[in-house]
């Protein structure tokens, strides 16, 4: 696979998260939500890339994708006519202002969804280094809570 693939295939996600995971898809599906997954494990050699590429701040095998314990999700734009014409990437948000409130709802249901059905992931919408509006800077990701422990061996 080339470095510029994804992987969407959850099968290679770790044994200890495929499951949490398939509980999330099973509430992504149970209420509507407009998400697809973009990529579930990265190669070290695909992580590299993206930090080469600047879309990323860990390389090798740093971060949880590498592991197997992430998934990213994105906009499922097909079929939901209050999202056509928004990229699969859209947040709702821009410059720190509220200016799709659908698009950002989505986002913020999922979190919602993920912090009362599934506590022991995280979700990068958390993620909010000193923003005041209440989306994090990376929403489509969803890791194993403490994975560095189970990726060690501890």
Do not use: C
Request: charged share 25%.
């Amino acid at each position: 696979m080339s470095v510029k693939s994804v992987d969407k295939d959850i099968s290679r996600l770790h044994p200890d998260f495929l499951p949490m995971w398939e509980t999330v898809q099973d509430s992504i599906a149970m209420y509507n939500l407009p998400l697809l997954i973009f990529e579930a494990y990265r190669s070290p050699e695909r992580q590299t890339y993206l930090y080469d590429e600047g879309r990323s701040k860990l390389k090798g095998r740093q971060g949880a994708h590498t592991h197997g314990f992430a998934v990213d999700v994105i906009l499922d734009t097909d079929g939901f006519t209050d999202l056509a014409g928004f990229s699969p990437w859209e947040t709702g948000v821009k410059g720190g202002q509220v200016v799709f409130p659908d698009v950002l709802a989505v986002w913020l249901y999922f979190g919602r969804v993920l912090a009362t059905e599934h506590p022991k992931l995280r979700w990068g919408g958390n993620w909010r280094k000193g923003r005041k509006i209440p989306l994090g800077w990376d929403p489509f990701h969803v890791e194993l809570d403490g994975w560095t422990h189970k990726a060690l061996g501890k």
